[in-house]
């Protein structure tokens, strides 16, 4: 998506035209609470929920966060690559490279941490028996990468991998 007007100056058409555009796009996508969505202007950075007649008003008045190019907080979703395996890239080269990473930081860090073994053994062992999808440490980068992409608090991480842990 252009977002080349939110380098342009409020009082330009093409700002205004932007806002528009980012407003349609807030509206038909983020997930709003009681009609409200973060605001993204430099006062808000996305941590006020304001209804839409706010947020245009905001938008204009004090600017939006320039460094906001991904609409992450709006439900914008970059296209991770795949493999020709049908897998998401980011996690089978994080798989990959594991060895390379935990060689980088220092295995006797690892060691002192007593995470070392514990990293390579759920690196390859699958999530429970029989599934092919997913090893204990996909699993867990997968789980953290939506907390982090959603915004998730850790109490309501925390009671999401609760309920998954129960029978």
Request: hydrophobic residues 35%.
């Amino acid at each position: 998506m252009d977002q080349s007007w939110m380098n342009a100056r409020r009082i330009f058409e093409e700002y205004e035209k932007g806002v528009s555009v980012f407003l349609q796009y807030v509206k038909e996508n983020a997930k709003s609470v009681n009609e409200t969505y973060f605001c993204p202007c430099v006062r808000c950075l996305n941590q006020i929920r304001q209804d839409l007649g706010n947020l245009h008003d905001h938008l204009f008045m004090f600017g939006i966060t320039r460094t906001y190019t991904v609409w992450t907080w709006h439900e914008e979703v970059l296209d991770q690559p795949m493999t020709s395996r049908g897998t998401n890239y980011v996690e089978e080269w994080m798989s990959d490279h594991l060895k390379d990473m935990i060689r980088d930081v220092g295995e006797d860090n690892f060691r002192r941490a007593n995470l070392y073994d514990s990293l390579i053994n759920d690196s390859e062992q699958p999530l429970y028996p029989g599934c092919t999808n997913f090893t204990r440490f996909s699993a867990t980068l997968k789980l953290f990468s939506l907390k982090a992409r959603n915004g998730w608090t850790d109490k309501s991480f925390t009671e999401l991998l609760e309920l998954l842990k129960e029978d």
